[in-house]
């Protein structure tokens, strides 16, 4: 059993930063590959970023491509999300995956059976 709890989010303005964390519990971090999503109310949840287990691969949605970055740090059980350049379309609640059956470029095709969920950090984008 794996648990994951995301922070960082908050109320930002255009154009500002912010990281999240998404910290989990047990002793087999490394082998989950790692993944972030959103949901903004009244729309589907949307794959955000994706990361391989030893964190050499990482995957984006073309929305947030070359503004947000995925990293992770096994020796912490923490993976993050740097999200640089917000926009007001960004603005969702936030939520970390793990899965350690799958590749981490699958996550975006089958969310709805990925393994563990956080339960989410809510990121506020004014214009």
């Known amino acids: 059993q794996v648990q994951l709890v995301e922070t960082g989010g908050g109320l930002v303005q255009a154009g500002a930063s912010l990281r999240l964390s998404c910290a989990a519990s047990?002793?087999?971090?490394?082998?989950?590959?790692l993944g972030w999503f959103r949901q903004a109310p009244a729309n589907e949840r949307e794959f955000v970023a994706a990361?391989?287990?030893?964190?050499?691969?990482?995957y984006y949605a073309d929305s947030v491509k070359d503004r947000f970055t995925i990293s992770r740090d096994n020796a912490k059980n923490t993976v993050y999300l740097q999200m640089n350049s917000l926009k007001p379309e960004d603005t969702a609640v936030y939520y970390c995956?793990?899965?350690?059956?799958?590749?981490?470029?699958?996550?975006?095709?089958?969310?709805?059976?990925?393994?563990?969920w956080g339960q989410g950090t809510q990121v506020t984008v004014s214009s």
């Open positions: 047990g002793r087999t971090f490394s082998s989950y590959a």
């Open positions: 990361i391989s287990r030893a964190g050499a691969s990482s």
């Open positions: 995956a793990a899965d350690s059956r799958i590749k981490a470029y699958t996550f975006y095709s089958d969310p709805d059976h990925l393994e563990y």
